[in-house]
C-alpha cells in the first residue's frame, strides 16, 4: 500500500495505486502524486489583485453551487438522483475550501447549509448544467488571465472537473426522461437524455441534385454530450473548449415567433407548402425536378403530388412544409427523436446537427424555441440565424476535418 496526495486539494489517499481521478475533488490521476513527492509550499502564492478578485468570486461560486447541491440531495422523491448530487455537493465543498486556501480565507460559514432547490427535478438538473457550464467557462478564462502558475494549474483542472460534472447531469436526465438541448452562452451545445446519434449524408441523383438520406456511422447513445457550436473544435463533432481560446460569439439572433406566423404559402391545386426562408440550411432536397417552389402549381398531379410532398419532408431544417390541401394540417414525417450530423459528399462539406422528432432546443437564457419535427442547428459558427443554420457552412467550406 502506498500513500498518495492530491496536487489540487492536498487530501490523502492509500492505495496499491493511484485512483482514476481523485475521490476528494476530481481531479485528474496524473496530478495524484505519492505523499513524499508532494511540494508543501504549494499553496503559499502571492496573488495579484486580479487573480485575489478572481479567487473571491470562485469561492462565492463553489458556495453557491455546493449548497444548491445539498439542497437537492435531500429531495425524498428520487433517492438514486439524490445521492448523486451529495456526491456532487462534496466535491464542490472540497473546491471551495481549495480557493478558501489559495486566498487565505476563512471557508463560509453556510458552505455545507443547504440552499433553494427549484422544484422538480427536471429544472433542477437543468440549473445544474447552466452552473457547471458556467463555472468550466469562467475557470478557463481565469486560468487564461492568470500570471501565478499555481493559480493557472487549479482554475484549468477545476475547469475540466466542471465540464465533467456536466455527463453527471446528463445521467441525471435520463432518469427523468426528457432529451432536450440547451445553448450556452457563448459554447456549446448540451444535449440530455437517451437521443440515438448518426451521419447522415445527402445522396445525389444522376443530375447531382440532393435526392435522398443515407445514414452513415453511428455514434454510442444514452450519454450527455457537449456538442461544438464554434466550428473551432479539434474533436468534432465534441466540444473541446476550443470556444472560450476563440472568444467565440454564440449570440442567438433567431425570431422567437411560432413558425406558423411567418410562414409564406405556395399554394396548389392539390398540395400547400408553407416556407420560412430564414430556416434555409441548404440541403437543397427542394430544388429536385425543377424545384418545389415551381412544381407545386402541378399537384393536381398525384403523382407530382407526391414527389413535392417528399421532397418538402427531406427537408432538415423545416423551412418547407407540406400541408394538406382541404384540411391545412401538415404532412409531417414520422420521426423519433433523434440527431444526425448532415454531410454533404458532394459539396465536400459538413452542414448543421439535424435535430428529429420534436426534441426541444432551449436558448443560453433560458427561453424553449418552438418544438418542432425537424430543425437544424447551426455548428460552424457562422450563421447569421443562431442557434439554427442558414446554410453558411457552405459558403465557408466547413468540414469536420477542418
Known amino acids: 500500500m502506498k500513500l498518495y496526495r492530491c496536487r489540487i486539494c492536498g487530501e490523502t489517499y492509500l492505495g496499491s495505486g493511484k485512483p482514476s481521478d481523485c475521490p476528494f475533488c476530481g481531479a485528474d490521476a496524473e496530478l495524484i502524486v505519492l505523499t513524499e513527492d508532494y511540494p508543501e509550499d504549494v499553496n503559499r ?30 429531495r425524498k422523491d428520487n433517492p438514486k438522483l439524490a445521492n448523486a448530487y451529495m456526491r456532487l455537493a462534496s466535491i464542490e465543498a472540497m473546491h471551495c475550501s481549495v480557493f478558501c486556501k489559495l486566498a487565505e480565507a476563512p471557508k463560509p460559514a453556510d458552505l455545507m ?3 433553494e432547490e427549484l422544484g422538480s427535478w427536471d429544472a433542477d438538473i437543468d440549473d445544474s448544467l447552466r452552473r457547471e457550464t458556467h463555472a468550466s467557462t469562467l475557470y478557463a478564462e481565469f486560468a487564461g488571465r492568470a500570471t501565478t502558475p499555481r493559480l493557472v494549474e487549479v482554475w ?4 475540466a472537473i466542471e465540464a465533467d460534472h456536466i455527463e ?23 444535449v440530455t437524455g437517451d437521443v440515438p446519434f448518426a451521419v447522415q449524408e445527402i ?51 433567431a425570431s422567437r415567433e411560432p413558425y406558423a406566423a411567418r410562414a409564406d404559402t405556395l399554394d396548389g391545386p392539390g398540395l400547400v ?59 409531417e414525417p414520422v420521426l423519433e427523436p433523434s440527431l444526425a450530423l448532415v454531410e454533404y459528399p458532394s459539396l465536400g462539406v459538413s452542414g448543421g446537427i439535424w435535430v428529429r422528432g420534436g ?13 418542432r419535427n425537424r430543425v437544424t442547428l447551426c455548428r460552424c459558427g457562422q450563421s447569421k440565424n443562431k442557434p439554427f443554420c442558414d446554410g453558411t457552412h457552405v459558403d465557408v467550406g466547413f468540414g469536420d476535418e477542418g
Open 45 to 74: 502564492i502571492e496573488p495579484t489583485e486580479t487573480e485575489r478578485t478572481a479567487l473571491e468570486a470562485s469561492i462565492e461560486l463553489e458556495r453557491s453551487n455546493t449548497r444548491f447541491y445539498l439542497a437537492m440531495a435531500a
Open 113 to 115: 447549509e443547504a440552499g
Open 156 to 159: 484549468k483542472e477545476v475547469s
Open 168 to 190: 453527471l447531469d446528463g445521467i441525471a436526465k435520463r432518469y427523468s426522461d426528457r432529451p432536450r438541448i440547451r445553448v450556452t452562452d457563448d459554447g456549446p451545445y448540451l
Open 203 to 253: 445522396g445525389c441523383d444522376e443530375n447531382g441534385r440532393s435526392a435522398v438520406w443515407i445514414e452513415g456511422a453511428r455514434y454510442p447513445h444514452g450519454e450527455s454530450r457537449s456538442l461544438c457550436r464554434c466550428g473551432r473544435s479539434s474533436d468534432k463533432p465534441r466540444c473541446d473548449g476550443s470556444h472560450v481560446a476563440a472568444d467565440f460569439d454564440g449570440t442567438e439572433t
Open 273 to 331: 407548402i408553407t416556407d420560412v426562408k430564414d430556416l434555409c440550411a441548404e440541403a437543397r432536397f427542394c430544388a429536385r425536378r425543377g424545384g418545389i417552389w415551381n412544381t407545386v402549381a402541378n399537384t393536381d398531379d398525384l403523382e407530382v403530388r407526391d414527389q413535392v410532398q417528399e421532397q418538402a419532408q427531406l427537408c432538415p431544417s423545416g423551412r418547407y412544409v407540406p400541408c394538406d390541401k382541404e384540411s391545412g394540417q401538415p404532412l
Open 359 to 371: 426534441i426541444p432546443v432551449e436558448s443560453a437564457d433560458g427561453h424553449t424555441y418552438e418544438v
